[in-house]
């Protein structure tokens, strides 16, 4: 089903954009390319395929290879230094950000 120009220019007046000729010309191409991959999607066997909650569900190694989320503490007093170096502002190892709610 190929996008026509007053399907494009319908899509423009609904997003509040405004199209100049060739952006329709283009925006109609993309929109028809588009269109062909979920026409390409839909034509896939799925059968007997039951849908996944999350795409990484079904590979069970992945949590695994995931480390968990905690803070390492640095080496040494050195380290840290090197690591605040660059910091705006610091106190005590730490990063002073500005208050945003009083």
């Known amino acids: ?14 997003a509040r954009i405004e199209l100049s000729p060739d952006q329709t010309a283009r925006a109609q ?5 588009i269109l062909n991959l979920i026409e390409q ?8 395929i039951e849908p996944m909650a999350h795409p990484l569900s079904t590979h ?3 949590a695994l290879r995931l480390r ?6 640095t080496s040494t007093d050195a380290q840290r230094e090197a690591l605040m170096a660059n910091a705006p502002a ?5 990063f002073l950000v500005p208050t945003v709610i009083e």
């Open 68 to 73: 968990p989320d905690a803070a390492a503490p």
């Open 41 to 48: 999607l839909q034509a896939v066997d799925t059968t007997g």
């Open 1 to 14: 089903m190929p996008i026509t120009e007053q399907d494009v220019a319908r899509i423009a007046r609904l």
């Open 60 to 62: 069970q190694e992945i």
């Open 29 to 33: 191409t993309e929109l028809d390319g």
């Open 90 to 94: 610091e106190q005590a190892g730490l």
